[in-house]
T-cell receptor, first 120, second 109 residues
Framework: QPQLQESGPGLVKPSETLSLTCSVS??????????WGWIRQPPGKGLEWIGS???????FYNPALRSRVTMSVDRSSNHFSLELRSVVAADTAVYYC????????????WGQGTLVSVNS | QSALTQEASVSGTVGQKVTLSCTGK????????VGWYQQISHGTPKIVMF??SLPSGIPDRFSGSKSGTTASLTISGLQPEDEADYYC???????????FGGGTKVTVL
């Protein structure tokens, strides 16, 4: 059973890049059939899927965010990362890193989440 | 607007059976397995059902089903600790993306 833990700055200025890392323990990020992704939840709102990726570099992004998102995997450190560029106040949210089996599998493994605020 | 449609709220008394629905399209619910998540007091969401399969540790008063493009989560014998927000989620092959419902707030009266 994978355990996931997010890390990164809690405050980002408008127009800058939000960068988060998810450390994975209990399973290798290169484990066959495991996908790794990010989900966010603005204060008082619902869940929004940001994207998922496989260790071979295959990525799937939310069409609404695709132009601003990059995800990557670091096999040596067993973690994966999220970059969201040109942030605005509406990007303020709790960001969760997640894992799921198969590209169409629903995320079963969640980090505890980290609040990122976009504010000058 | 969410890709999947859920009731905004559902309520019931202790011991009552309640059913939550999640309506989508053939591109998503009609083809893939729906996951249901429980989020208590804005904590970390926890998966409570995948299709009709109960994850380890989830009480068997939770059950899931699907008919066409609508999935359902039933709580048989509602308990006070079941008060939470519930979200459905599924893969959409036309979008190549996971989509979520807007969430249903379950209140135990």
């Amino acid at each position: 059973q994978p355990q996931l833990q997010e890390s990164g700055p809690g405050l980002v200025k408008p127009s800058e890049t939000l960068s988060l890392t998810c450390s994975v323990s209990g399973v290798s990020v290169t484990r066959s059939s495991y996908y790794w992704g990010w989900i966010r939840q603005p204060p008082g709102k619902g869940l929004e899927w940001i994207g998922s990726m496989y260790y071979d570099g295959s990525t799937f992004y939310n069409p609404a965010l695709r132009s601003r998102v990059t995800m990557s995997v670091d096999r040596s450190s067993n973690h994966f990362s999220l970059e969201l560029r040109s942030v605005v106040a509406a990007d303020t949210a709790v960001y969760y890193c997640v894992g799921h089996r198969g590209v169409s599998g629903c995320p079963a493994y969640w980090g505890q989440g980290t609040l990122v605020s976009v504010n000058s | 607007q969410s890709a999947l449609t859920q009731e905004a709220s559902v309520s019931g008394t202790v011991g009552q059976k309640v059913t939550l629905s999640c309506t989508g399209k053939s591109d998503n619910i009609g083809t893939y397995t729906v996951g249901w998540y429980q989020q208590i007091s804005h904590g970390t969401p926890k998966i409570v059902m995948f299709g009709d399969s109960l994850p380890s540790g989830i009480p068997d008063r939770f059950s899931g089903s699907k008919s066409g493009t609508t999935a359902s989560l039933t709580i048989s014998g509602l308990q006070p600790e079941d008060e939470a927000d519930y979200y459905c989620s599924v893969w959409d092959y036309s979008l190549s993306a996971h989509v979520f419902g807007g969430g249903t707030k379950v209140t135990v009266l």
